[in-house]
């Protein structure tokens, strides 16, 4: 039985009296954020009890309920006080009391693997794959989350270029100006981790770690030798006495004028890799260069020479932060920023609800209102249809897709700008310019930005943007172009195959495998290229305003660093994507600090579609996957593999605007 009760005006303006007097006692509860950054934190908090369940073990002493402190400057003993925590003098006067210890919350990240450019993934466990653009998010995510007192990123010998490291030196950067540490907790580190760890506050080695800082060292594969073994004659014309991307097949070694370009970039990347250790550790540059020829430095030396900053193991290390931070307790958040990926798929729904984890949903994003920029990413070799996965488990930029992307952002009335995040060493001269033409159709401002590399057809299709960023260390340039074939009639005569033509037209043996050009042949093709390179050289020209003459000085295959290309004019500014984002931005007169949606194209691929491929109809299936497990057992001849293999599938387009992308910069 209830019973109700029915409360008098002057009895409810007495209740509401005594309310007010104890809110005054207690203070105010805190207000709802305002902005976009506070309520990333705000909806972070609400995840920390997760966290912590996560993670018990990451406490460095007995956790308590206090919330989780915002950043303070360290005392004089090195010492970071959490949030709220103030010396008081005793009654007597005698000593200052000792601040409360409160709960202190740590960001964990690991930097590993590749961290492909992508548009993100879909499918079950799309959301834990680590991508450069879900890395740098989760960075700046956790710069502004209140509940995060700084960070430790665990740094494992990531595979990845120079542009990458410096996406990832900007926004480490970005979080120390947010007021909080970043600690580099890295093992035996080879030089893109010191160069990522540099950015870092503090980085940190066990002693029996080892810092291998040995220089720059690039290195060509050549295979002219095992084509001459098995019967076959590389066939190639090249239009630019720098442009060497057939010379892996045309040639044992580096001809004179690829040579000097491979010096002349090296330079640049070494005197970059020498500027970042200066600007980054107490070094002048006579040490930074006496280090880099030292090659090998253990740990306790690195020490010494102010290399590193702790010698410790990374349970050493988490005790000496709990006292840094004076936290209790001190707790790891690991794997920042993911989500909780649901693998629960039993019961009677669980295969419905698995199939949909597999095809994926739509953004969010797609159908929320205001403005957007989208980001396109044209990512790998380039060739004509649609992007799909190579058999070796990169991607393969296909022109139809990128066009299609391109079309789909200028058609969105949301959408104010776009920016082309290019990561490719060129390819196909028609897929190029098909992408380079949607481009100059698109009456929205266009930034491109620039990865590890961007160079032939992938500074084709930058070409055309209003404006252009490269990192200092990103690989473009080579404008020229290559064609020619493969002749087979060597590997047919050891194999005991013949063949019987029948043909009507001087040239209509053109692309036969079984011989080489003809010289009625030869000066098709190389008619044909020298048309496309007028074309390149023109274009470039006019996308750079500058001259003819000068743009064609700069041309013949020519390979530059990002800084080479922006004193040369190629580009326009040395930045990050989010610095072609803001820029893109006042492009299209958004005030900078205003909040904009990201979109990303082309679409990810879903669980089956990265299965199968392009599923439509009266097309082929293909199987796509990698090679994973046999890359653990012989990496070298895989890697030999992926780049015949691209080789050979650009090489089946007449001509094309590709540098040696089978170049290895370490």
Sequence with gaps: MTSTHSFSPLQRSKWWIVMLAAWASVGWPASAPADEASATASTETSQQAKDETADENSSITKADDAGAPAQKPADSNGKVPA????????????????????????????????????????????????????????????????TIGGMVLDIRNPDIGRGKVEELRAAIMRFRESGKKVYAQVESAMPTDYLIACACDEI??????????????????????????????????????????????????????????????????????????????????????????????????????????????????????AEVYQADPLIYVKNYGQEKVDTDFSGPMGFFKLMRAMMGTDSDSRNANGKKIAI?????????????????????????????????????????????????????????????????????????????????????????????????????????????????????DKLGITTETIERGKNSGLFSSSGKFTDSQQAAVKEMMQDMYRQFTSKAAQGRNMPLDNLE??????????????????????????????EAKKLAGIDKDEQVRIETLP????????????????????MGGNLDSFEELAPELVDVARRAYRLRAVFDQPAAFVMPFELEIR
């Design 376 to 492: 396109v990413y044209a990512v790998g070799p380039i060739m004509t249809g649609k992007s799909e996965s190579d058999p070796f488990g990169g991607q393969v930029m296909g022109s139809t897709t990128i066009v299609e992307s391109l079309r789909e952002a200028s058609d969105d009335d949301d959408v104010a700008a776009i920016v082309l995040r290019i990561d490719s060493p060129g390819g196909s001269a028609l897929a190029s310019d098909l992408i380079w033409h949607e481009t100059q159709v698109i009456e929205k401002p266009i930034v491109a930005s620039m990865g590890d590399v961007a160079a032939s057809g992938g500074y084709y299709i930058a070409m055309g943007a209003d404006r252009i960023y490269a990192a200092p260390a990103t690989v473009t340039g080579s404008i020229g172009v290559v064609g020619g074939k493969l002749a087979l009639r060597g590997l047919y």
């Design 603 to 622: 679409e990810p691929m879903n669980f089956f579609e990265t299965l199968f491929g392009d599923l439509g109809a009266e097309e082929e299936v293909r």
């Design 83 to 146: 949030t709220g925590e103030t010396a008081t003098v005793s009654a007597t006067g005698d000593k200052p009391e000792q601040p409360e210890r409160k709960k202190v919350r740590l960001a964990m990240l690991t930097v590993k693997e590749s961290l492909m450019e992508s548009a993100g993934q879909v499918g079950p466990f799309g959301e834990t794959q680590l991508d450069l653009r879900e890395l740098v998010g989760r960075l700046d995510r956790a710069s502004r989350d209140k």
């Design 204 to 321: 940190v080695m066990p002693e029996t770690g080892t810092l291998v800082l040995p220089g720059m060292h690039a290195e060509a594969t050549f295979f002219k030798g095992l084509l001459n073994k098995i019967g076959i004659e590389a066939d190639f014309i090249h239009i630019g006495p720098y442009k060497g991307a057939a010379e892996p097949l045309t040639r044992d070694k580096f001809s004179e004028p690829v040579r000097e370009n491979m010096n002349s970039l090296i330079d640049s990347l070494y005197d970059d890799m020498v500027t970042t250790l200066v600007k980054s550790r107490p070094l002048s540059i006579a040490q930074a260069k006496e280090i880099i020829d030292e090659g090998l430095i253990t740990a306790t030396r690195a020490k010494e020479l102010g290399l590193i900053d702790r010698v410790a193991y990374p349970d050493t290390l988490r005790k000496e932060l």
């Design 553 to 582: 000085k700069l041309a013949g295959g020519r390979i530059y660093s990002g800084r080479q290309a922006k004193d040369n004019g190629l580009i326009d500014e040395l930045g990050t994507l989010h610095d072609a984002i803001n």
